[in-house]
């Protein structure tokens, strides 16, 4: 007869069993080759503008081997992560042919990496660097104290930095070569090319719903009577960049205050982002200095006025007809659904969308 004490046997072996499917060493995670780009498109299906007046954005050194891009990445459930190889493969091709002599690291709970994520990786040649500890933090807060600590060993390797977003952003031309190393900037989430209003353009803290809930729960008191009543532009995580000496200045008062204002926090999504825009509105990054990125060529938040033609990938800004250098979030309809048309990709890229 099947007893009760059998069945919770079972049910843990089978629980213990799933685990060790999911927990494995990412050398013996990678595939046998298969189709993993999607429907999205490659770096060389796109049309880009850079010419005359869009290339004067690139005014500092060419990408090379002492610039470093950092991802973080964990293991989210097998439906998410088909969601995430929707644009990986594409997103990741655009880095490695827009910024080849960049070093691009990252950051993966040891044990816990996808196989076909890890194998994407591998076949960009990015450095996989597995991690123990920071139990409890979320990876999205956790990738900021692992690039602290990696950059404080290799400091003097690195003179350019960029943190990004996995898999939601695109790189379409040398992004190194828009800033220099005495430099930093975060980006306001704004959608307009050349934004000027910031009222309409951009997400403020409290007029947004996921923003404002994230305030209502991280904070209380007077920081959130004052953040409410003032109401700012929501500054966006996902993408940093500078020099490695400003990059370290801003790690070290970021995360300083991660841990101190409530550290019970660091295992939720959005917390790191809400410490973010509260440290830069109460001027404590004012020693760095840092600059505010709203939607520019350089770089843009869910860019609502770039412009891609329906059956092609020509990506342009509507204002100018300049091409972005990188974006993040905003991808066309088209990509997902497969109506890329390749043959028509010799078309004049200044013909007007």
């Not at 700012?232 to 370290?248: H, Q, R, S």
């Amino acid at each position: 007869m099947f007893k009760k004490n059998d069945f919770f046997f079972y049910f843990n072996l089978f629980l213990i069993f799933k685990y060790l499917i999911l927990c494995f060493n990412y050398d013996d995670a990678i595939l046998p080759p298969e189709n993993t780009t999607g429907s999205y498109p490659k770096f060389s299906d796109f049309q880009l503008n850079y010419e005359n007046k869009c290339g004067e954005v690139f005014k500092y050194k060419k990408n090379n081997e002492r610039d470093i891009v950092f991802f973080g990445y964990k293991y989210r459930g097998r439906y998410r992560e088909n969601d995430l190889l929707t644009t990986i493969y594409s997103s990741l091709d655009s880095f490695k042919h827009s910024i080849p002599n960049a070093k691009i690291v990252c950051f993966i709970p040891k044990n816990q990496i996808y196989r076909k994520v890890a194998k994407i990786l591998k076949e960009f040649n990015i450095t996989i660097i597995p991690f123990e500890g920071y139990y409890g933090i979320h990876i999205v807060t956790s990738r900021f104290f692992l690039i602290q600590k990696y950059l404080n060993e290799n400091k003097n390797k690195y003179d350019r930095i960029l943190l990004s977003d996995l898999g939601d952003v695109y790189v379409l031309n040398d992004i190194f070569s828009t800033f220099s190393e005495d430099e930093l900037f975060l980006n306001k989430e704004c959608f307009y090319y050349l934004t000027k209003n910031d009222t309409s353009d951009c997400i403020h803290m409290v007029s947004f719903n996921t923003t404002r809930r994230w305030l209502n729960k991280f904070f209380d008191g007077e920081i959130l009577k004052n953040l409410t009543e003032r109401n700012p532009v929501n500054l966006n995580a996902g993408i940093i960049m500078g020099g490695t000496e400003k990059i370290l200045k801003f790690l070290n008062i970021f995360l300083t205050n991660l841990e101190n204002i409530n550290k019970r926090y660091l295992r939720k999504f959005g917390y790191d982002q809400t410490i973010l825009n509260y440290l830069y509105y109460y001027n404590y990054f004012d020693s760095i200095p840092l600059k505010l990125e709203t939607c520019s060529q350089r770089t843009c938040f869910r860019a609502r006025s770039l412009r891609f033609n329906k059956n092609t990938t020509k990506i342009i800004f509507e204002e100018d007809k300049c091409s972005p250098v990188l974006f993040h979030k905003f991808f066309p309809e088209s990509w997902r659904k497969n109506e890329i048309n390749n043959n028509n990709n010799n078309q004049n890229i200044n013909q007007d969308l």
